[in-house]
């Protein structure tokens, strides 16, 4: 026997025929379940105030040999400098870990004492070490710095190997990429070969006359452990996550409509 759903104000019984609704419970079971299965964790930061360039060449932390740094799931290692630094400065490295994707930051700010004309240089390696599981690989670099004035020149160059980035210190050498700026000018991003957990890296900056000025200048390098989800968005997660949302609803709506025609 079929019953007719009835809605009452309190006079009258009038029948209203609705379309058997998803439970509250049926949804936030659906979320919690896609979010464990397509983002499987919380976003998390880190942060590592290393210091001078001299304490990032001279000291580690965490029992690594001379030179190394560990913050997570990276091994940053010195590897050398050029020009005169003076020890104003400050070099962090800094995280970012959400679903999917993994930010990474080498950053030197406190660099305003510096004066034109002068040439800087810094060069280091850095490896994902699998601290926070296998399958994660470089994804893509870009640069970034706050500089005021003109002339100031930075360079990123990636390379490949240890042997490559030794062979030359010519800004715009990199084997794997190489990014230049023109007076904070910021270019795209780049997209690593598919596979790299080492990459070795050297930033260069260059104030010339008549007084430009640089700030800070960063590295970001990002991660990921899914190749076939772009990173550069987190579309793909979310489709991911509606679709599944959208399914289990769904068939429980199925199931409703078959549970009030029996």
Request: hydrophobic share 40%.
């Amino acid at each position: 026997m079929n019953t007719t759903p009835f809605s009452t104000d309190g006079i009258v019984a009038t029948p209203v025929w609705r379309k058997p609704g998803l439970p509250k419970s049926c949804v936030l079971a659906g979320v919690a379940l896609a979010l464990t299965l397509f983002i499987g964790g919380s976003a998390q930061a880190g942060y590592l105030n290393i210091g001078t360039v001299n304490t990032f060449a001279t000291s580690s932390n965490l029992g690594n040999p001379i030179g190394t740094w560990t913050l997570e799931d990276k091994d940053w290692t010195y590897l050398s400098d050029s020009g005169n630094w003076t020890g104003i400065e400050r070099v962090q490295l800094l995280t970012n870990f959400n679903p999917l994707i993994y930010s990474n930051q080498f950053l030197v700010d406190n660099l305003s004492g510096y004066s034109s004309p002068i040439t800087l240089q810094i060069g280091y390696h850095t490896h994902i070490n699998g601290a926070n599981g296998p399958g994660w690989t470089f994804y893509d670099a870009r640069m970034g710095q706050d500089t005021s004035g003109a002339t100031v020149e930075v360079w990123q160059d990636i390379y490949g190997s240890f042997a490559a980035f030794n062979a030359t210190t010519t800004p715009g050498s990199g084997t794997l990429m190489s990014h230049y700026s023109l007076n904070g000018s910021l270019p795209p991003a780049g997209v690593f070969p598919s596979g790299l957990t080492d990459i070795w890296v050297r930033n260069s900056i260059i104030l010339s006359t008549p007084g430009g000025q640089i700030s800070s200048m960063s590295d970001t390098f990002r991660q990921s452990n899914v190749p076939e989800i772009d990173p550069t968005s987190f579309g793909s997660a979310l489709s991911l996550l509606f679709g599944a949302v959208g399914i289990l609803e769904r068939r429980t709506r199925r199931r409703l409509a078959a549970a009030v025609a029996a």
